[in-house]
T-cell receptor, first 113, second 111 residues
Framework: NAGVTQTPKFQVLKTGQSMTLQCAQD?????MYWYRQDPGMGLRLIYY???????DKGEVPNGYNVSRLNKREFSLRLESAAPSQTSVYFC????????????FGQGTRLTVV | KNEVEQSPQNLTAQEGEFITINCSYS?????LHWLQQHPGGGIVSLFM???GKKKHGRLIATINIQEKHSSLHITASHPRDSAVYIC?????????????FGSGTQLTVLP
């Protein structure tokens, strides 16, 4: 039982390049989330998908897009990376939206130079 | 003003000590989450509670809904408890609620 699998673990991008972070969960959870974590700040929500077929903006959505490909997979895309997007990104899932235990991926450390 | 405040920011303890980490929030909530972030970066859920107290091994979480306050206690602390402990509460933002996270408490337990 893998839980939440997130790839890649590390990535270095040049400014302006694009990339997609992949996330998959095998717990049949309805809700999935993308967060970023920056030094000295709490986790901040980028986008979420409360249920399959829906996606919504979180606190810091600018510069990102998401796709809920199916119930298992939720990807995060950076169309034109900027140094301000240097961060650690976490995918998470929960059985239902917000009021349920959250399970996190191992994180992606992204550096934009 | 942060909607979720944790204290202390940093805590160093000797092995065996009783640890308390506090979390205060500013709005009414339905539940509060405690998470642990390992030195390697992985995040695991410790508790989700909406009232009273929950216990898991040496970890105890309490919440006082009226006072908008929760505490995480670790009994007989051990160096392997060294981690960042994060509390989170669902807070309405726009048309939806989302988890809002505290900035974390860095705990170091010395042997």
């Amino acid at each position: 039982n893998a839980g939440v699998t997130q790839t890649p673990k590390f990535q270095v991008l040049k400014t302006g390049q694009s990339m997609t972070l992949q996330c998959a969960q095998d717990m049949n959870h309805n809700s999935m989330y993308w967060y970023r974590q920056d030094p000295g700040m709490g986790l901040r929500l980028i986008y979420y998908s409360a249920s399959e077929g829906t996606t919504d903006k979180g606190e810091v959505p600018n510069g990102y897009n998401v796709s809920r490909l199916n119930k298992r997979e939720f990807s995060l895309r950076l169309e034109s990376a900027a140094p301000s997007q240097t961060s650690v990104y976490f995918c998470a899932s929960s059985e239902m939206f917000v009021n349920a235990e959250a399970f996190f991926g191992q994180g992606t450390r992204l550096t934009v130079v | 003003k942060n909607e979720v405040e944790q204290s202390p920011q940093n805590l160093t303890a000797q092995e065996g000590e009783f640890i308390t980490i506090n979390c205060s929030y500013s709005v009414g909530i339905s539940a509060l989450h405690w998470l642990q972030q390992h030195p390697g970066g992985g995040i695991v859920s410790l508790f989700m509670l909406s009232s009273g107290k929950k216990k898991h091994g040496r970890l105890i979480a309490t919440i006082n809904i009226q006072e908008k306050h929760s505490s995480l206690h670790i009994t007989a602390s051990h160096p392997r408890d060294s981690a960042v402990y994060i509390c989170a509460v669902p807070i309405s933002s726009g048309s939806a609620r989302q988890l809002t996270f505290g900035s974390g408490t860095q705990l170091t337990v010395l042997p």
